[in-house]
């Protein structure tokens, strides 16, 4: 049985959260598996539940709430919740990362490296301060608007999941500056332009596997040259984009 890794990791850090998950293979098709959904900074220590260990997940589910308030549809958290979420989400990297000189609870958290508030509630993480994070999964979380270009500031990122959200409009070019990522799932949103988006994945030289199903709702379906020239795609999904 094929097994996906999980990893995540800071800048400074020299170990990380590993998680192995029996996953089949591929055309089982992945996006079917139990998500991530979004956990209170209480519920992170929850038992552990289906084929994702909460303990091997720990540091990934820390930081599933404080993403979930870039909607206003996300789960809810106080402002106090917030901070907690956060100084949990620091305590799983090392020691001498610098979000350790920022992040500290003797000071309003909104002044924070990399987190921007508005009227005392976290609206955004500057992805830029998790330069070495591999995996993440937003599957099933309701969020909404566009992904973060900060997001592509995360250079060592492998597998990225974004499905079954309220994520709208073109993809930006600067997820093309992901050179490490392999698998990309933009599943049931309400993308547009399949082209723009098929010429800008190109880009990410290592992709092997793209899901970008319930999407691009009756568009006109790409020409074979916009398909041509992926170096190393070995699954392409299109289904139930309508396409004419």
């Not at 400074?12 to 192995?20: E, N, P, R, T, V």
């Not at 319930?214 to 006109?220: D, H, I, M, W």
Request: proline share 5%; glycine share 6%.
């Amino acid at each position: 049985m094929n097994r996906v890794r999980l990893e995540l990791r800071d800048a400074g850090a020299d170990q990380s959260i590993l998680s192995s998950v029996p996953i089949g293979p591929w055309k089982n098709k992945i996006d079917t598996m139990r998500p991530l959904h979004c956990h209170s900074s209480q519920n992170n220590n929850r038992a552990a539940g289906g084929p994702w260990s909460a303990r091997s997940l720990a540091l990934a589910l820390a930081l599933l709430p404080l993403l979930s308030l870039l909607s206003p549809t996300g789960c809810a958290s106080s402002t106090e919740q917030d901070g907690v979420s956060l100084l949990k989400f620091l305590q799983g990297l090392s020691q001498d990362s610098d979000l350790a000189t920022s992040w500290r609870n003797d000071t309003d958290w909104c002044t924070w490296k990399g987190i921007t508030c508005d009227i005392d509630d976290l609206n955004s993480i500057d992805f830029s301060s998790l330069p070495r994070l591999k995996v993440l999964d937003f599957m099933d979380n309701n969020f909404t608007g566009i992904v973060p270009e900060s997001l592509y500031s995360c250079n060592d990122l492998i597998t990225l999941r974004l499905s079954s959200n309220g994520f709208h409009d073109q993809l930006l070019p600067g997820i093309g500056r992901l050179k490490s990522l392999r698998f990309l799932s933009l599943t049931n949103n309400l993308f547009t332009n399949v082209t723009n988006a098929l010429q800008i994945l190109k880009s990410a030289p290592s992709l092997t596997t793209l899901l970008i199903d319930t999407n691009f709702r009756g568009e006109a379906m790409p020409e074979d040259e916009t398909i041509d020239g992926y170096r190393n795609l070995q699954v392409l999904s299109l289904a139930d984009c309508s396409l004419s």
